[in-house]
T-cell receptor
Framework: DQQVKQNSPSLSVQEGRISILNCDYT??????FLWYKKYPAEGPTFLIS?????DKNEDGRFTVFLNKSAKHLSLHIVPSQPGDSAVYFC????????????FGQGTTLQVKP | DAGVIQSPRHEVTEMGQEVTLRCKPI?????LFWYRQTMMRGLELLIY????????DSGMPEDRFSAKMPNASFSTLKIQPSEPRDSAVYFC????????????FGPGTRLTVL
């Protein structure tokens, strides 16, 4: 049972445009939602997170939006840069539950120059 | 800080052999996590430790898998006997506290079982 789903395995955008990566979840107990970025041959690195009590968190070019009623979150990258090309993982955490991070399958983003 | 260190980076072995993966967490971090990444299942948590004690091993696929953390600076994940379906990238991650939002991942060990 996949509690965190990233339905788009890949996304390609032009440099300077907006990249929107989507993530859906099923567990209403999740308290925090995170995005990790992964380059080939490296481990994932933390990018940005959002608490379930918020609906938006912004950090530079990266903004995460949370729609709790739809159990949906998205990561917006504006403007996209070629260096953003990587695999992006959505992850969710329930501190009241086990505290384990549950990851989605990942979306491969390609930003074309 | 060197970050989370994993060894080996690549391991190729034959079915039936024992495999030991090693991890050194970031100094001062109290929680350590072992993940496996496959094409089919993505990134899945196998086991995690807090203060060297295993807290949740429900993700360990079967008895062939075992993990230890004898001290705060070292952990092993062992597969015995290994099978081709164990082929994957295994990541170790650490965090300062058990419920920290941010985990720091090592570079991973790519395991191939022939």
């Amino acid at each position: 049972d996949q509690q965190v789903k990233q339905n788009s395995p890949s996304l390609s955008v032009q440099e300077g445009r907006i990249s929107i990566l989507n993530c859906d979840y099923t567990n209403s107990m999740f308290d925090y939602f995170l995005w990790y970025k992964k380059y080939p041959a490296e481990g994932p690195t933390f990018l940005i997170s959002i608490s379930s009590i918020k609906d938006k968190n912004e950090d530079g070019r990266f903004t995460v939006f949370l729609n709790k009623s739809a159990k949906h979150l998205s990561l917006h990258i504006v403007p996209s840069q070629p260096g953003d090309s990587a695999v992006y993982f959505c992850a969710s955490l329930s501190k009241a539950d086990t505290g384990k991070l549950i990851f989605g399958q990942g979306t491969t983003l390609q930003v074309k120059p | 800080d060197a970050g989370v260190i994993q060894s080996p980076r690549h391991e190729v072995t034959e079915m039936g052999q024992e495999v030991t993966l090693r991890c050194k967490p970031i100094s001062g971090h109290n929680s350590l996590f072992w993940y496996r990444q496959t094409m089919m299942r993505g990134l899945e948590l196998l086991i995690y430790f807090n203060n060297n004690v295993p807290i949740d091993d429900s993700g360990m696929p079967e008895d062939r898998f075992s993990a230890k953390m004898p001290n705060a600076s070292f952990s092993t994940l062992k597969i015995q006997p290994s099978e081709p379906r164990d082929s994957a990238v295994y990541f170790c991650a650490s965090s300062y506290q058990e419920f920290d939002n941010e985990q720091f991942f090592g570079p991973g060990t790519r395991l191939t079982v022939l």
